[in-house]
């Protein structure tokens, strides 16, 4: 069964502090993804990377980045945390699809509050 | 840009009575499409794409290119289908899946 680990349930950080949520998938998959999880406004895509050191920005980067050094952990770091950071981050992996689509799966998710 | 609209945030059924998650989509070419499923204090999982064509819990959706909808359905809800429902497309490269704002269904007794 796939397991994709997020370091943190719950994590509480400060403004202007630099955040790192950690994700790690046990099954070699290519694909990793970041997400944020707000009511109403569903799963946004924050950052994925499909290779190790390679990363492609999602809908909304902006305040984010990501860190892929090897191929079962993903990083995303808030540079200078802000309050309308506030969410649920999710993580998620795949394989690579080769032109057909690979159902995600996703961690249990870190909820993070920034005072 | 591809775009997935699911008009209800909240969606009420009583027990057994049939059920319909809609979910509209905007793309172009073939798109691929998933439903995902979160239940309360478990992680997003997927429940069904439709290249498959299967039934899971009970649950089907048709792919309507003419409507460009991916409606989810069940015949007799059940209280354990009380959870968040995403609709997601998959585009973009990469594997990138657009979700949907969700659908909360609540079954009620």
């Known amino acids: 069964d796939v397991k994709v680990t997020q370091s943190s349930r719950y994590l509480v950080k400060r403004t202007g502090e630099k955040v790192f949520l950690e994700c790690v998938q046990d099954?070699?998959?290519?694909?990793m993804f970041w997400y944020r999880q707000d009511p109403g406004l569903g799963l946004r895509l924050i950052y994925f990377s499909y290779d190790v050191k390679m990363k492609e920005k999602g809908d909304i980067p902006e305040g984010y980045s990501v860190s892929r050094e090897k191929k079962e952990r993903f990083s995303l770091i808030l540079e200078s945390a802000s309050t309308n950071q506030t969410s649920m981050y999710l993580c998620?992996?795949?394989?690579f699809g080769q032109g057909k689509g690979q159902p995600q799966h996703f961690g249990d998710g870190t909820r993070l509050s920034i005072l | 840009a591809q775009r997935v609209t699911q008009p209800e945030k909240l969606l009420s059924v009583f027990k057994g009575a049939p059920v319909e998650l809609k979910c509209n989509y905007s793309y172009s070419g073939s798109p691929e499409l998933f439903w995902y499923v979160q239940y309360s204090r478990q992680r997003l999982q997927l429940l069904l794409r439709h290249i498959s064509r299967e039934s899971i819990k009970g649950f089907t959706a048709d792919l309507n290119k003419g409507e460009t909808s991916f409606h989810l359905k069940k015949p007799f809800a059940q209280e354990e289908d009380s959870a968040m429902y995403y609709c997601?497309?998959?585009?973009?490269?990469?594997?990138?899946?657009?979700f949907g704002t969700g659908t909360q269904l609540k079954v009620e007794l």
């Open positions: 998620a992996s795949s394989f």
């Open positions: 997601a497309p998959l585009g973009g490269g990469g594997n990138k899946l657009t």
């Open positions: 099954m070699d998959h290519e694909n």
